[in-house]
């Protein structure tokens, strides 16, 4: 009951934010900005307590995506900065027509109005969350992992104090630091006080959300990437967008998982890609065509079916060599996640035809599948990447977080 | 297992369908409306055979909606050409960037894919949303109520032909007639194989599938539409709207259910409106101090909580005076479906005002509610009235049914 009585004060503040001023909001996100910095020692403070309730066996890594230091927390300030700099997305008109009858008709972005973001680990996914969904006119409810529930409570605080300085509700965000999933539970059955869910996390979490909730979703889900090279691929060109897609950043969605590879030039390429990653140590899982011309290196697997499900995040790669370009699309569209595929041809036609027929949010020729980026994209920013299809594919930017509502002018027109 | 083969099948042919030419798309629609009258008489005879098994209980309203003539078949042959008619949605770039890179971006209207449709009794509804959602290049699942079973089998039997022999799938569309509800709800699990699920109906109809649906749905919701009459509304202008958008065609969801009017004009004003709607019969349903001014009328009655909750869909209405444009916004925000609201004033600020915080798919300044609605809106048809949020507000049209995806060139760009 106390949750539902919250709730309502956060749908009534997403009310009054309808008519706030893109200053406003703005400036909420200057401030927040400020206080990031000067309340620097109580957020480092607040981490330091997350960071010693870790259990000493947990992995470096997830440890440090749980640290901050004064570094993150300036990337932190500079990126809301960055969000108060774009165009604000609200009220923009994305369609306008008179009707014969002179009826005026305009389409309009407007906000969806309570977005309610879950994430993991990453305490800085708050302040993204909050600093895009805001600024596209919504009231946030953000939920981050346990494990750093001190550290994004002091981040709330900090939004909340800069809410109130800008005259706004601070129920314009609820922050729910409470580690009971139950809690979690309870707010994706209020589809009449939540407009959207957005989760960004592992398989579980989306799981667990699309298995539970009643509210829309926007999914963040997977990215299980592959990039076929074909025949007339240039050698060096497929070789570099390689490298860069496994090995630049490995756990991120955007990387590759899966190398497929014509048979006509698999013999003379593949060896070649493997010298070029083994600065990088990595794993290589190979089906038995891949694996016969790599297996005189070291650290090369026979790839198992569930190899091609699995999503390394890490120095680890699939290979397949295939008959046919049509050969390499059955396995993608058997085994991606929608999220981002790339071929890697001199010719044009196979191109589109690999474009035409891969359905995913982004499908590159010729490019790397690490663009795949609200940043990189030109939006300013994301929220995640989506891998639904209704509503918003790939980078989720500001405009992906409104939604487009009629407004139509009349002098007295009757059917 | 026989439906999960069945549903492979369907959406192995959704992505041949991705290949289709928009003439082939067109000519399946051109075929099925020369088959709508040449097979008449099979038609008929199975809607013959649906009416014979109505229990005679069965209300009139019921019985016309659910049966076929030749005139109303050739409504649909027509409808089928119209749709033919209309420019292809797909492969239309609704965004083109040249990244500083060099990467070439663009947004990319595509099919959804597997498109599942769920509505009631009236079979016309088989041969609408086939034609629209297979003109943008999805297959279609389609489920009709249980009374029409006989007559969508043969409409069903009528679009396989026509998609025979215009050399595309038979798969491309799975109608199913078993009247088991069993059948829906394994469907609505299925979301590797089924894209998005459309519900046209009923609250309780879109309730189960709220409740039961792990793929993502576009709703299609009741309309609870309001009309505001503000002080300073010519008073013409007000009545003629008011009496057009309750009573031109109060069965559908965008006709008027509850008249809020200003209390500086409502002693003069609405003895005017129950007099220019009295030919038809209305009952009303008053607050008090709207029952106070038109008790003296006949089929004036007092208003329950429950009655701003009612959608009527019949000729019957509810009234409330109210003291300003800001309780007005409030009692719609509240009991509002999100579908049509409209405001009568002379005042544009005060227009703008209720534009901006009323939170409605089609917000109207001095108009009907009725317009609401794909055909009047020039989207050329539609698939229902979308009452959510997120990816389509409104009439769902041939663009609603698509999904953007971004297809992305370069000449071997890395990060």
Redesign the interface.
């Known amino acids: 009951m106390e949750l539902i009585s919250k709730l309502k004060k956060v749908n009534k503040a997403s ?1 009054q934010l ?2 706030s001023t893109t200053e406003q909001r703005n400036q909420v996100l200057k401030i927040a900005a400020e206080l990031l910095i000067a309340e620097q020692k109580s957020i480092l403070k607040a981490n330091a307590q997350d960071l010693k309730n870790l259990p000493s066996s947990t992995p470096a890594a997830f440890r440090d995506r749980l640290t901050l230091d004064i570094t993150r927390l300036g990337h932190m300030a500079v990126s809301l900065l960055q969000v108060a700099e774009l165009p604000d997305p609200l009220n923009v008109e994305t369609e306008k ?1 008179q ?1 014969p009858n002179g ?1 005026l ?1 305009r389409k309009v972005r ?1 906000p ?2 309570v977005v309610f973001m879950i994430f993991e680990s990453r305490p800085n996914v708050a302040i993204e969350a909050f600093s895009i969904g805001f600024k596209a006119g919504n009231a946030m409810i953000l939920r981050g992992g346990k494990e750093s529930q001190h550290t994004t409570a002091a981040l709330y605080r900090i939004l909340k104090a800069a809410l109130k300085q800008a005259d706004l509700s601070e129920d314009t965000l609820l922050g729910i630091t409470d580690p009971d999933r139950k809690i979690v539970n309870q707010l994706l059955k209020q ?1 009449e006080l939540i ?2 869910v957005v989760p960004r996390g592992g398989d579980k979490l989306i799981e667990f959300v ?2 539970n909730s ?1 509210i ?3 999914k963040n889900d997977r990215g299980m990437c592959h990039i076929y090279i074909h025949e007339d691929a ?1 050698p060096e ?1 497929a070789t ?2 390689l ?3 496994k090995t ?1 950043r490995p756990g991120v969605c955007n990387s590759m998982e899966t190398l497929l590879i014509h048979e006509k030039i698999a013999a003379t390429l593949l060896p070649k890609v493997y010298e070029a990653m083994s600065p990088f140590h990595v794993r290589w899982y190979a089906a038995p065509r891949a694996f016969k011309i790599l297996k005189k290196f070291p650290m090369v697997n026979v790839a198992t079916e569930s190899s091609w499900k699995t999503e390394y995040l890490d120095f680890a790669i699939n290979c397949k060599v295939v008959n046919s370009l049509e050969q390499a699309i059955d396995h993608i ?1 058997e085994f991606g996640s929608r999220h981002s595929e790339s071929i890697v041809t001199s010719n044009e036609v196979t ?1 589109r035809k690999f ?3 891969v ?10 599948t ?3 980026d609200g940043f ?3 939006l300013g920013g994301e929220l995640g990447i989506s891998t ?4 918003v ?2 980078p989720v930017g500001l405009a992906a977080l409104t ?13």
Chains 1, 2 share one sequence.
Do not use: C
């Open positions: 009310r309808r008519l027509r009707l009826l008709l407007s969806l109005g589809k407009d959207v699309t298995e009643l829309p979703i926007i240039r060109m570099q967008i490298v860069n897609a630049q569209q191109a474009q035409q027929e359905d995913a949010a982004a499908v590159y020729w010729n490019a790397s690490r663009f795949t990189e994209f030109g639904q299809k209704l509503h594919r790939g939604s487009e509502r009629w407004l139509i002018d009349g002098t007295g027109q009757i059917r």
